[in-house]
């Protein structure tokens, strides 16, 4: 297996994390760092391994490859020089650390944090100085523990993957103002051609200006009030014509840039609408992992070329399942134009097999979920951690022009009180559809009934309550080609010898079950899935990126067949 993407240490996913909160302040702390793996919590004297961040450990591009033991710290350290100006607040950003970590600025304590897969930063002005001696200390219980993890496993095997651990995305810091802009919240509203936004302050009631339409409009406002920015003649996004509109925010010194898509996402009538119109949406689920360094992209580009990719198969839609990415890969898909449905990771105790599986095997199996244990739920700190964390994924993702819909449950595991849940995400986002859970528990609510079918052909069935009717995974076939990847077992659900079968045997998935499905009713269908992942060889395309399973004319033709003239 051949690496597509040299990397360079130098400079290290050097593009700027934030796309929608762009400053002129920016020093990107990827590189070279210091590692310790340690049985003692405290801070260790030596540190004996290097260190590339932001990959992980496990990962072969870290420098390491080495694991760390579930009741291990794993600390890191660098030093960096810093010119502080006069008057200005100095940020410390991390995209993402598995899975709880303390920091240390210059001996002083600035923050801590819990869970693996959103970003956080702490205010560092009291403690930083011109040189720097920054310490981070991580502990990450994997699957021992029932924790946030999504695919992550200690032995990986079947669907599950290699865990890792501690800093797996970028660390940045930026220097603002006084008083600063903490964030923006946006909001499209296309039935009336305008969209708001909601500065976000270290206090309400300053001053700010929006800037947008090249500058020729300003709206003048205060820090914590909707400001309205109207357009005469709207320009929709869609993935056929992912359109943009820029704009920038200034607050006394401080000045970010950001954009905004104006469109529409609801169901109705059993179907799914997109600018107030019927749109299927033609997805494929994407775990989002890479064979050198597992959850962290190798580059940008990396991200631009599996985006890329997935349009030319003629997919509109990308499943992106039990893993947040960084905020780049969310606004490609903004720019390139693909919808996402963006799953909350799951979590909880390891799941239980038969209750995981038996929906695949027996008619009408079903489980209340008000039983916690039989679905790995039954521990408060999780459930508490899993609705912590849900709300702060989707107020993070919540200006991303293309997710479309949020998935909350994915086949029972770590399920619990479905209906609060689908309320509390209600009340955040309004403005998107909601899968509650995705393949089973189907608890008869919210606005979609949601099938996984692998093991036996999909015969469509309108809901009995209604709903919309969306096949959020399917298909899952292997074929595997040689020297792509490094396994001896191989997993998959259904397995084809040479491509020429594979391929057929795509194309008459689509043409016999999954077509014919969309003229009875069905809304939407999700293929398992974009690329194989270690022993999953499932994936239209190998793990190293470096060969399409699926002739991209079949691909076309699948997609001309089940989308039409929507395209």
Known sequence: MQNRYPIDADHLLPEYPRPQMVRASYVSLNGMWECAITDDPGIPDFFPYSILVPFSPETRLSGMERGVGVNQTLTYRRTFRLSLETDKRTLLHFEAVDHSCTVYLN?????????????FHFDITVAVKQDNELIVQVNDPCDSQSIIRGKQAQEASGIFYSGQSGIHQSVWLEQVSRHYIKGLVIASNLEQRCWHVTVEADQSGLEVVVSYLDGSRKVKGLSGQRLNCQVDEVHPWSPEDPYLYTFTVTMADDCVHSYVGLR???VTDGRLYLNGKPYYHHG???????????????????MIDDLLLIKKLGFNMVRKHAKVENLRWYHHCDRLGLLVWQDMVSGGRKPFQPIMSGPLFLKRFSVPDSLYPLLGSQDEQYRKDFEEQLTQMIQTLSNCVSI????????????????????????????RTIDPASGWYDQKIGG????????????HTPDSNGRAVIL????????????????????????FSDRKAFGEAFFDLYANQIV??????????????FSDVQQELNGLVTFDRLSVKVDEVVALQVAAMLLGTQQ
């Open 284 to 302: 494929i689920l994407d775990q989002g992992y890479w064979p050198y360094s597992l959850y962290t992209p190798p580059s940008d580009q990396a």
């Open 107 to 119: 001996g002083v304590c600035v923050g801590s944090h819990r869970g693996g897969y959103l970003p």
């Open 264 to 266: 529409s996402f609801s």
């Open 516 to 529: 014919p499905a969309k003229q009875q009713g069905l809304a939407a269908s999700v293929y398992t899935q």
């Open 472 to 495: 959020s995974e399917f298909g899952g076939y292997v074929y595997r080609e040689i020297g792509h990847d490094e396994q001896t077992k191989i997993f998959g659900y259904k397995k």
């Open 448 to 459: 979609f009934c949601s099938r996984h079918v692998y093991f036996k052909a999909y015969r």
């Open 404 to 431: 479309a819909m949020w998935v909350i449950f994915n086949e029972g595991w770590g399920q619990f009180d479905t209906q609060r849940m689908l309320d509390l995400v209600q009340s955040l986002d309004s403005s």
